[in-house]
């Protein structure tokens, strides 16, 4: 008997993500044939707030475009303004910078694999991972005052410094992080339960991946090696690190991808502390931007693309951020073509979906 | 200042595009930006870390082709400036028809 | 104070930066540990005692938080989350910012915080159970019935809002 064709609606209000997103799932049987995804739930149009905040305050509206991407916004943002103004920040600056940046992916990283362990239902591996990830908090509030949300950005520099036995101080609980992560690896890459889930479920070939335009994990699970800190913005260009990536192209090759870069970030955030320079945090600015750039950083979900349009007056034209998830949802639904109903929600969460930072 | 910027007749556009997709190069961001009553709209392209710009000014009631024949994934940024600049995008693979962003203030952007 | 009840609770983006959002979460997690208090984390509406509403609410979520709302059972509470949720925070003057969950439904608990803090949260929480407690009371002597999203909207026709207050300040 041949299968009937019904469409199934998944979300705004679901229990997978914390955020709405809505998709249309084309279905036959148990199989999805097609998925069509939906967004703006989160829209709130703050890329017109230029016209009401001046170049100043956007820093903090751009870090608000995500809580948990939010150093990396507020980042991109202030490099692109000061990229137009000409400003070139002090090296203490620039380490702070990479270091803030490097905590925020690793505790967005361990909140995606808790995320990922409440999606195929591990629900004590959700509990230890954000466990985990409070000692990252901690450190972040000890440096910023924040725990998500951190304000500390500031165009030509820092809004306050960072005390450099506070930072010595992130040494030994890195190292306990790390040792955490370990112990939970083994649950999420060879737990024969939890590869069942993972192994074979949304293959993306590397063609693919780069033809759908994929950013970040993502596009490194599928073998290709891309990671736009070797570009050497903030500190990225003094710092010993590699990119990681697996030939996988599936859930496992993804997980594998994540938990390995909270690694490589745990070792830059140490050689920041280690080689930290001894100056200033803040350049003096004067005027106003004039021009247009755009900046491409690494987020934790991959690349990400802050254009800002200024004309020499305190309010800029306009700022637009191209965010990861944006560039991943194609990709997505690409993936969801062809996989069991039940394998929804994890592939939804497997591209780690920032619908905040998506819809702006 | 932009990254291998080119200004582009929009007449001109899908050639253009089609010689930077030859070079292999895939997309990676398009917007509009409103420059007093005119529109641009920056197409951004991207291989490995190199970054080819492509800028083209559409007038008020202009249309613009979309790219999605080239580039599959480009439908979510043709949408959204059609949602948020009303700027029309002719054949769009997946044209959401004005419902990627249901805001509460017709094409905010315009 | 005693807590008499193991209350469930619900948790909608409503146009959030999903800061406040993952710190609903954190708050269900070990270190802080809302657990503890008999509270579970549920998907569904109707099995929900507490509303926890993140966000400043856009008009496409406007219908969905009133479904949630009204989905609910008597008694129900609605903490506003972070300060978005409040009267909408810095997103106040987007255009697609209604601004504050009290725009669509009743709110009984703001929480401030940009974003919210898990500790906060938790005091709101415990303010909640109160909340709760007092209208389940005076629903056994029938003499509370909550609004509906639609009642609500209706009272608020006649209400003067802070923007407009804030309107007719400035034209003064």
Known sequence: ?360 | MLDGLEIVELTGLLNNIKAVKTDGFSLMQICATKIDESYEILYTFGKGYDIRNLKTVVREGEHVPSITDMFEAAYLYENEIHDLFGIAVDGINHDYKGTLYRTAEETPFR | MRISKSPWLLHYDGSSCNGCDIEVLASTTPRFDVERFGIVNTGNPKHADIFLCTGGINSQNEDVVRQIYDQMPDPKVVLACGICACDGGIFKDCYNILGGTDTVIPVDVYVPGCAVRPEALIDGVIKALKILDEKAEKMKRGEYKSLTSAEYAEKLKGMKTASDKEKEDENA
């Open chain 1, 1 to 360: 008997m041949a299968a009937k064709r019904s469409v199934i609606p998944f979300g705004p209000q679901h229990p997978v993500l914390p955020e709405p997103i809505h998709i249309d799932l084309v279905t036959e049987d148990e199989k999805v044939v097609e998925a069509i995804p939906s967004i703006g739930f989160v829209h709130r149009g703050l890329e017109q707030l230029v016209t009401k905040k001046d170049f100043g305050e956007m820093v903090y509206v751009a870090e608000r475009i995500c809580g948990i991407c939010s150093f990396g916004h507020g980042y991109g943002y202030v490099k692109t303004i000061e990229h137009i103004m000409g400003i070139e920040p002090t090296d203490r600056a620039r380490y702070i910078r990479t270091m803030l940046f490097e905590l925020s992916r690793m505790h967005s990283h361990i909140l995606w694999l808790g995320l990922m362990a409440d999606a195929f239902g591990f629900e004590s591996l959700f509990m230890e991972t954000w466990k985990i990830r409070e000692k990252i908090l901690d450190m972040l509030e000890a440096a910023t005052g924040g725990r998500v949300i951190f304000s500390i950005m500031r165009i030509g520099g820092l809004r306050k410094d960072v005390p450099d036995d506070v930072m010595k101080g992130f040494l030994p609980e890195l190292d306990k992080v790390v040792e955490g992560i370990k112990a939970c690896e083994a649950a999420f890459l060879s737990d024969p339960a939890v590869l069942g889930r993972l192994k074979g479920v949304g293959y993306i070939s590397k063609e693919d991946a780069i033809a759908l335009g994929c950013e970040g994990p993502f596009l490194r699970a599928s073998g290709v090696e891309h990671d736009n800190r070797m570009r050497g913005y903030a500190a990225y260009g003094d710092m010993d690190f590699k990119i990681i990536t697996s030939d996988e192209g599936d859930s496992y090759g993804r997980c594998y991808v994540r938990i390995h870069e909270i690694y490589e970030s745990a070792s830059i955030v140490r050689q920041c502390i280690e080689k930290m320079p001894q100056e200033g945090i803040y350049v003096p600015i004067k005027g106003f931007p004039n021009g247009e750039h755009m900046t491409v950083i690494e987020q934790p979900r991959g690349g990400a693309c802050y254009y800002v349009h200024a004309s020499g007056k305190k309010f800029i034209e306009r700022m637009r951020v191209r965010t990861p998830t944006f560039a991943n949802i194609p990709a997505l639904a690409k993936t969801l073509q062809g996989c069991d109903v039940a394998d929804v929600p994890i592939l939804v969460v497997t591209i780690d979906p920032c619908i905040s930072c998506t819809e702006r």
